[in-house]
């Protein structure tokens, strides 16, 4: 009887067993089928997720395939402004000398018929005497006579290419020596401080002027760069504008050196002009200066995609700029700074370096260019 309960006691406790074990399956399996959807969800989201991913991937190579078409594209069109540019630049030049050898050549025509027509009137001459004088005398007579004409005709033109050539030298001569004697009498002119201050005086009043007509300019070319939407050359036109009011205020500090002594010499259109050590330094600054303030004149007009055109911008209006002292005149100044700013223009414009090139953050103009634009010398 104790071995039947403990028998039948065993079975109850296996089948509760068995029955725990069926009933964890099904909790295993009923949560197995309650996760599957979420996982499926997860994993249509990743797929979700990669396509996105894929697709955008797509989207940037074709943006960069496209800003590169673009890009090439820009290139091209600068390339084919700067080649006709360069075509037409070319085609003045050519123009301009056939209009010199057409000139030349209508000159040399001039001359040869005004040559052959007093060789006819000769001949015409020299036929009427012999008709009436038929007789080899008189024609041997006029053959001489014919010849002497010619002779006398060839030395008037000698003798009068002579003076005029010694008329030439003579005036070259005396022009040299007007300038020689003008610049000897300012070559070692020294400035006492009187002077110095009424020179001063002078040259501020003719700065301050210059400033005063340059602000209703640059007033003006504002309006019309925003009108043109020429935005490149509007910054341009802004940062120079406050580099001229720095400058102005330099120019109300500075002052003359004392006893300024004028012993360089440079020549501008076939005259000398003196001036001293610190003027030679501000015209060699103007040049440098213009070639700078050029260049990005330049470039401001290529971006805008604007005509070539450097004696249109307000740099090269002013020339001032850089102009902090009293050793040289501003007109003096401005002539050397418009020279390197022209330069500087068709540099920055065609994107190259003949004129200057570029270090240290800097564009700067060549010395042997400088060298053809201000030969300044100690005397």
């Given at each position: ?120 009137e000769q001949q ?131 002052r003359y050196y ?93 994107g190259r370096y ?26």
């Amino acid at each position: 009887m104790i071995g039947g309960l403990v028998f039948f006691g065993a079975t109850d406790i296996a089948n509760g067993q068995r029955n725990r074990d069926r009933r964890n399956e099904q909790r295993q399996e009923q949560q197995k089928k309650e996760e599957e959807p979420q996982q499926r969800q997860v994993q249509n989201q990743q797929r979700q997720e990669q396509r996105r991913q894929q697709q955008e991937q797509r989207q940037n190579q074709q943006r960069q395939q496209q800003e590169q078409r673009q890009n090439q594209q820009r290139q091209q069109q600068q390339e084919n402004q700067r080649r006709q540019q360069d075509q037409w630049r070319q085609q003045q030049q050519q123009r301009q000398q056939n209009n010199q050898q057409q000139q030349q050549d209508a000159l040399r025509r001039k001359q040869q018929q005004e040559q052959q027509e007093r060789l006819r009137e000769q001949q015409q001459r020299q036929q009427q005497e012999q008709r009436q004088q038929p007789n080899w005398q008189n024609q041997r007579q006029n053959e001489e006579r014919r010849q002497q004409q010619q002779r006398r005709v060839q030395e008037q033109q000698r003798q009068q290419q002579q003076q005029q050539t010694q008329r030439n030298r003579q005036q070259n001569d005396g022009n040299w020596n007007r300038n020689q004697q003008r610049t000897e009498q300012r070559r070692y002119e020294q400035y006492n401080r009187q002077q110095q201050q009424e020179l001063q005086r002078q040259r501020l009043n003719a700065y301050q002027q210059q400033w005063r007509n340059q602000q209703r300019v640059e007033e003006q070319r504002r309006r019309q760069l925003q009108q043109q939407r020429r935005m490149a050359q509007y910054r341009y036109q802004q940062r120079y504008l406050e580099q001229l009011r720095r400058d102005q205020l330099r120019l109300q500090q500075a002052r003359y050196y004392d006893n300024l002594i004028n012993n360089y010499r440079y020549n501008r259109g076939g005259n000398y002009y003196y001036t001293s050590q610190y003027g030679a330094q501000m015209l060699r600054q103007a040049v440098q200066y213009g070639y700078e303030e050029g260049y990005r004149a330049g470039q401001a007009d290529r971006q805008d995609r604007w005509n070539s055109s450097y004696n249109g911008t307000f740099g090269y209006e002013d020339a001032s700029y850089g102009y902090n002292s009293y050793y040289v005149g501003l007109d003096e100044y401005r002539y050397y700074f418009r020279e390197g700013f022209r330069r500087g223009y068709e540099d920055g414009y065609y994107g190259r370096y003949e004129y200057g090139n570029y270090s240290n953050g800097r564009y700067s103009i060549l010395g042997t260019i400088l060298g053809t634009i201000l030969d300044v010398v100690l005397d």
